[in-house]
Nanobody, 125 residues
């Protein structure tokens, strides 16, 4: 069974930076893709960035391009989300997710059976 634990959230001002960490344990085969999602009040839960743990190839959403970077350290079973130039609209609960499957749309939350507990990110203006 896969367990995911996020950390690194907090409160920052507009333009600030945070780095989120997701430490994974359990079956590595079940972590073919790792993703960061976020869920803000009144908004849908949306993917932010995805990484293939096998190839290192990454995908990110237009809304965070140039600001957020997903990366991994396989030796530590950890995935990171470096968040720069933060905006108030980035305020959300951020979740780490994992899937063993090859998916057509890596941003689809239903493709991810394993989720962490979330870490809150708050950006004030």
């Amino acid at each position: 069974q896969v367990q995911l634990v996020e950390s690194g959230g907090g409160s920052v001002q507009t333009g600030g930076s945070l780095r989120l960490s997701c430490v994974a344990s359990g079956d590595t085969v079940s972590r073919k893709y790792m993703a960061w999602f976020r869920h803000a009040p009144g908004k849908e839960r949306d993917a932010v960035a995805v990484i293939s743990t096998r190839s290192g190839v990454t995908w990110d959403r237009t809304s965070v391009k140039g600001r957020f970077i997903i990366s991994q350290d396989n030796a530590k079973n950890t995935v990171y989300l470096q968040m720069n130039s933060l905006k108030p609209e980035d305020t959300a609960m951020y979740y780490c997710a994992a899937t063993p499957s090859s998916v057509i749309n890596v941003y689809m939350s239903a493709a991810y059976p394993y989720w962490g507990q979330g870490t809150q990110v708050t950006v004030s203006s």
